[in-house]
């Protein structure tokens, strides 16, 4: 596969880093600082038709394959990485999800504030006791007339305090083929949100509560039989990960180079050092192979979802080299790097969280397991009935 951009990618990938310098750069790495959330950049965002580079066209969007949206990520979240966020919302995201499933008259209504950079959509599927074992969903849905009745709850939701709408993944009956979803409101009556609550990233979350919460009918987007469906869209959303836990390494690598070229110890720059020099060769190979492999799986997705295999492999590897390389160049900036006037330690515990975001390194290689061996492996202990029983 030729992963070299046409002239058309080249050029949006040279406006991109111009674009994102200039628009962005000023106020990066305030916003988590202040706990603000970069609106303003949303909309400038929207301004410039980059909400929704990857949603058709007839839903408001570009209707422009993956890896131009790949191409522009990168440059946005290697200049602010709270941008980028606003960035994942409009094209990799819930949204993907909503356009993918949701009816013409439910798009129509919520699509346009999103794509304005004036309203945020996340996915809620974490649980307290459902996080990896997202199969174990324990949120229960019922439809009752017009109505659908959900009780349950979810944590860990992107933006969670400044959301306007949830993708709240449910079942609708007592089995795992009931699992479907369902576009829920902010104000829906019900539903009510938990105390804010911050990583060590900075970024904000709380908890969501449904106690007979009430959504119109028209608001299911998958209504049974729905994780392959979801999960097909959601690894879009692993794409978004994927690229800004790259790119936000690429940053600090960067960084650190820079100040080994000027930094002196022992009469000598950090970059003369052996030891320096096979450090940088190392990160620079990750992080070109972690490259190619979000291309790979960008670029064989067209205008369509990524395979499987091809996301969970650049995910699971870049997840994992991303947070290498930010570690490296903490260490070879020694101090400075530990020091918060600086954003390399930001970006080591930004970096570290998408290792535990939309699909942790060890899921993700126990489903390239399962595609090397074309076999499926149960990841839950023996059923003690079962054990008796025999």
């Known amino acids: 596969m030729d ?12 406006w991109a880093k111009h674009f994102a310098k200039e628009k962005f750069s000023s106020k990066a790495y305030s916003w988590v600082k202040n706990g603000e959330v970069p609106w303003e950049n949303a909309k400038i965002l929207s301004e410039h038709g980059l909400m929704g580079m990857t949603l058709a066209i007839e839903d408001g969007g ?23 966020d606003m960035f994942q919302v ?67 939701n992107t933006h969670g305090p400044h959301n306007s709408f949830y993708v709240v993944w449910v079942r609708f009956g007592n089995d795992v083929k009931s699992s479907g979803a369902i576009l829920v409101e902010r104000d829906s009556p019900g539903l009510t949100i938990g105390k804010t609550e911050t990583h060590m990233s900075g970024e904000e979350h709380c ?47 960067n960084i650190a180079v820079e100040h080994t070229k000027e930094r002196k110890q022992f009469g000598k720059l950090l970059a003369e050092f052996q030891g320096t020099q096979w450090k940088v060769a190392e990160m620079k ?34 997840n994992t080299t ?27 515990r930004r970096i570290r969280g998408w290792m535990i975001a939309g699909g942790t390194p060890e899921m993700l290689k126990n489903k390239i397991a399962e595609e090397v061996f074309e076999m499926k492996f149960s990841q839950r202990g023996r059923n003690r009935e079962v054990e008796l029983n025999k």
């Open 207 to 253: 908890a969501l509560y449904f106690e007979d919460c009430v959504v119109p009918t028209e608001n299911i987007l998958v209504p049974n039989n729905g994780f392959k469906r979801l999960f097909t869209m959601f690894n879009i959303e692993r794409m978004g990960n994927t690229a800004r836990s790259l790119a936000l390494a690429q940053s600090a690598f």
């Open 285 to 318: 190979m990750k992080l070109d192979a972690g490259r190619l492999l979000l291309y790979r799986a960008a670029t064989n997705a067209d205008k369509g979802a990524p395979s499987q295999i091809e996301s969970s492999i650049a995910k699971a590897y870049i």
């Open 62 to 84: 570009q209707g422009l394959p993956l890896i131009d949206a790949i191409i522009v990520m990168e440059e946005i979240a290697k200049v602010c990485p709270n941008t980028a």
């Open 3 to 14: 992963f070299n951009f046409t002239d058309e990618q080249q050029e949006l990938k040279r």
């Open 322 to 348: 991303a947070f290498e390389v930010a570690n490296e160049s903490l260490q070879m900036m020694g101090g400075y790097g530990y020091s918060t006037d600086y954003p390399v330690e930001y970006i080591f």
């Open 90 to 156: 409009g094209n990799f995201g819930a949204i993907r999800q909503l356009a993918a499933y949701g009816s013409k008259q439910l798009k129509e209504r919520v699509l346009p504030s999103i794509l304005l950079g004036e309203k945020l959509i996340s996915v809620a599927m974490s649980e307290p006791n459902a996080g990896s074992a997202v199969t174990d969903l324990e949120t229960k849905a019922h439809i009752d007339g017009d109505n659908v009745i959900i009780n349950g709850t979810k944590v860990f």
